[in-house]
T-cell receptor, first 114, second 113 residues
């Protein structure tokens, strides 16, 4: 079945450094790739997304890249801050994706040390 | 967590008891989803609805699990009887009209002793 692999499972960086999280997906029909940030005791919140007709998207310190040929996409966070510490999930749409049906990676726990 | 209110936020119950989790979308939506989150399996889709009709319940683990959406403003996920392995955080999520941006509620943390 469809699958999303996410690496690394944990990531520790020094404040101000960059963090990169990578995901691969299996469903060739996937056309929507969101990233979610989950803080302790809260639900996942969308931080950035990219669609299959775009190779890169940036929003301030956050960027996402997509390589459809290789079926992988990555999240880049620059100038990390302690408040970036959280669990990050990548996801890929399935069943055409028009209804928001997503399969999620297992998550990356990011720790930013002051 | 705007867009969806879930209750209860925390529930502790004993094995064999019935559990009902509630979801109230507070903004317009096309689809409503129930996800389960555990350390071992991550976020798993259980079931989703479109216009209050269940579309895909293939993720529901067993017949002990059932979900309803009697109207556009309310959905329930019921577990009867509950078992310790059902312990997890259960999330309700919605997508807005014409877009597949998924908005999650704050979740209901269930502990079955």
């Amino acid at each position: 079945g469809e699958n999303v692999e996410q690496h690394p499972s944990t990531l520790s960086v020094q404040e101000g450094d960059s963090a990169v999280i990578k995901c691969t997906y299996s469903d060739s029909a996937s056309n929507y790739f969101p990233w979610y940030k989950q803080e302790l005791g809260k639900g996942p919140q969308l931080i950035i997304d990219i669609r299959s007709n775009v190779g890169e998207k940036k929003d301030q310190r956050i960027a996402v890249t997509l390589n459809k040929t290789a079926k992988h996409f990555s999240l880049h966070i620059t100038e990390t801050q302690p408040e970036d510490s959280a669990v990050y999930f990548c996801a890929a749409s399935i069943n055409g994706g028009s209804q928001g049906n997503l399969i999620f990676g297992k998550g990356t726990k990011l720790s930013v040390k002051p | 967590d705007a867009g969806v209110i879930q209750s209860p936020r925390h529930e502790v119950t004993e094995m064999g008891q019935e559990v009902t989790l509630r979801c109230k979308p507070i903004s317009g939506h096309d689809y409503l989803f129930w996800y389960r989150q555990t350390m071992m399996r991550g976020l798993e889709l259980l079931i989703y609805f479109n216009n209050n009709v269940p579309i895909d319940d293939s993720g529901m683990p067993e017949d002990r699990f059932s979900a309803k959406m009697p109207n556009a403003s309310f959905s329930t996920l019921k577990i009867q009887p509950s078992e310790p392995r059902d312990s997890a955080v259960y999330f309700c999520a919605i997508t807005g009209a014409g877009a597949n941006v998924l908005t999650f509620g704050a979740g209901s943390r269930l502990t079955v002793l």
